[in-house]
C-alpha cells in the first residue's frame, strides 16, 4: 500500500508485477515469428523484465537499510539480510533442480544482495556515480577474467553444484545467466534510487524522462558502432554474456542478457522509465484508486512466490509452453493470486519466510537503537 494505506509504495508492486508478467512472456511466448522477425513481445521484455527486478532488488535493500544504526543493531541488521539473501538463493537451487527449461535467477539474486549489502552505507550521490562507473568496469572485468574461468556447466545452479564451489562460483558471478560482477550495475542503480524521495513528483518525471533518455541512447549509439546482421542474429539474447574468447568489440553490443555496458545501460534506462512512470501514476490517482490499482497488481507484492509458483507450472507436469494456451493460463493464475492475497491484505508464503531473519534482527536490536521499520517512503 502507499503512504495512505500502511506506507507501501503501490508503484513499486506495479513496478514488480510488469517485471513478472514480462518473465512470464520470454518464458512462454514464441521469441520470433514464423517470418523470423522478432516478436513484440521478445522486443519488449527479452533482458528488460530480469533486469527490471535486479534493479528493484536494490530499491528494497535501499529501503530495509534507510535507517541509520550501528554497533550490535548495525550488525543484527547485516545478518538479517544475509540469511534472507542465503534462504533466496538455497530457493534458487531448489527450483534450479526442476526440470523448467528456464534459468532461474533466485541463486543470483540471493548472491547479489550480499554482495550490495557494503555498499549501503553510501548515500544517492556516490551510489549513482559508482552504479554509472560499474556499468562500464563490470563488463570489462568480466571480459578480462572469463577466458580463465571454466566454462558454464549448468543452466541454472541446483544444489548438485554445491559439490564444487569453485564452478559454482564462476558462473554465479562471472559465467552464468546472470552474472552477480556485471549486475551488480543493477543493484547500484536500485540502491541510489531508493535513496531517493520517491514521493517526489518532480524527481520523478525526471527520472521517468531519463530513464527513458538513456535507454534510446545507449541503443542507437550502439547500433551506430556494431553490424546490424550481427545485433539482429543476438536479438533474442546471449545466455548471459558474450563469447568469453572474443574480441573486445562484443562490448559495444546491445543484446539482451549480453551484460555488455551498452546491455546495461540501456536496460537500466528501461527499469528507471518503468518504475519512474509507475510510481507516477500512483502519485496521480485518488486513495480509492490507488487501493484499486494495489489489488490488480498485487501480484506485484508477492513476486517471490509467484515467480517460484510460475517456475514449477513451467515443468512437464503442469503447463510447459507446448500447453495450449499455456501463457494465458501462467498470467492468469498469477495475478489472480496476487489479487486475492492483496485484497485480503495477506503476504505471500515465501515472502513471510525470507523475512523471518530481518525481522528477526529487529525485535534483537538493542533497546533505543534506531530500527529497520520502513519510513514513509518504504517499501516492505
Known amino acids: 500500500?502507499?503512504?495512505?494505506?500502511?506506507?507501501?509504495?503501490?508503484?513499486?508492486?506495479?513496478?514488480?508485477?510488469?517485471?513478472?508478467?514480462?518473465?512470464?512472456?520470454?518464458?512462454?511466448?514464441?521469441?520470433?515469428?514464423?517470418?523470423?522477425?522478432?516478436?513484440?513481445?521478445?522486443?519488449?521484455?527479452?533482458?528488460?523484465?530480469?533486469?527490471?527486478?535486479?534493479?528493484l532488488a536494490g530499491v528494497s535493500l535501499a529501503m530495509m537499510t534507510r535507517e541509520p544504526v550501528r554497533g550490535r543493531a548495525a550488525s543484527l541488521r547485516a545478518a538479517g539480510i544475509v540469511v534472507r539473501a542465503l534462504l533466496i538463493a538455497a530457493l534458487g537451487l531448489l527450483l534450479g533442480g526442476l526440470e523448467?527449461?528456464?534459468?532461474?535467477?533466485?541463486?543470483?539474486?540471493g548472491v547479489l544482495f550480499v554482495l550490495g549489502l557494503p555498499f549501503t552505507v553510501l548515500g544517492g550521490r556516490a551510489l549513482t556515480v559508482l552504479a554509472v562507473v560499474w556499468v562500464v568496469l563490470g563488463p570489462v572485468?568480466?571480459?578480462?577474467?572469463?577466458?580463465?574461468?571454466?566454462?558454464?556447466?549448468?543452466?541454472?545452479?541446483?544444489?548438485?553444484?554445491?559439490?564444487?564451489?569453485?564452478?559454482?562460483?564462476s558462473e554465479l558471478l562471472f559465467t552464468g545467466y546472470y552474472p552477480v560482477v556485471p549486475w551488480l550495475a543493477y543493484l547500484l542503480a536500485g540502491l541510489a534510487l531508493g535513496r531517493a524521495d520517491l514521493r517526489d513528483r518532480h524527481l520523478l518525471?525526471?527520472?521517468?524522462?531519463?530513464?527513458?533518455?538513456?535507454?534510446?541512447?545507449?541503443?542507437?549509439v550502439s547500433r551506430s558502432l556494431t553490424d546490424p546482421t550481427v545485433a539482429d542474429e543476438h536479438a533474442t539474447g546471449m545466455y548471459g554474456t558474450t563469447p568469453p574468447d572474443g574480441d573486445w568489440g562484443w562490448l559495444l553490443l546491445v543484446a539482451p542478457h549480453s551484460a555488455t555496458p551498452f546491455d546495461l545501460a540501456q536496460t537500466i534506462g528501461s527499469a528507471v522509465f518503468v518504475i519512474g512512470a509507475c510510481l507516477l501514476v500512483e502519485r496521480a490517482l485518488a486513495a480509492r484508486a490507488t487501493a484499486l490499482l494495489a489489488v490488480a497488481f498485487g501480484a506485484g507484492a508477492m513476486t517471490l512466490t509467484l515467480y517460484s509458483l510460475h517456475v514449477v507450472l513451467r515443468t512437464p507436469d503442469f503447463w510447459p509452453p507446448e500447453v495450449s494456451h499455456a501463457h494465458l493460463r501462467h498470467v492468469a493464475v498469477l495475478l489472480a493470486i496476487g489479487a486475492a492475497f492483496a485484497a485480503f491484505r495477506l503476504r505471500g508464503p515465501l515472502e513471510i519466510a525470507v523475512g523471518l531473519p530481518v525481522r528477526l534482527a529487529r525485535r534483537l536490536s538493542p533497546p533505543g537503537a534506531p530500527t529497520t521499520r520502513p519510513a514513509p517512503t518504504t517499501d516492505r
Open 141 to 169: 572485468l568480466s571480459h578480462l577474467v572469463r577466458p580463465d574461468l571454466p566454462p558454464r556447466g549448468y543452466a541454472s545452479p541446483t544444489f548438485g553444484q554445491l559439490a564444487d564451489p569453485w564452478q559454482l562460483a
Open 100 to 109: 523448467s527449461g528456464l534459468a532461474i535467477i533466485l541463486t543470483y539474486y
Open 205 to 220: 518525471v525526471g527520472l521517468t524522462l531519463g530513464g527513458l533518455g538513456v535507454a534510446v541512447l545507449a541503443t542507437q
Open 1 to 55: 500500500m502507499t503512504e495512505r494505506a500502511g506506507e507501501r509504495l503501490v508503484g513499486l508492486d506495479v513496478a514488480r508485477c510488469l517485471a513478472l508478467l514480462g518473465m512470464v512472456a520470454t518464458h512462454m511466448l514464441d521469441e520470433r515469428t514464423p517470418a523470423g522477425d522478432l516478436t513484440f513481445g521478445q522486443w519488449l521484455a527479452g533482458g528488460r523484465a530480469s533486469a527490471l527486478f535486479a534493479v
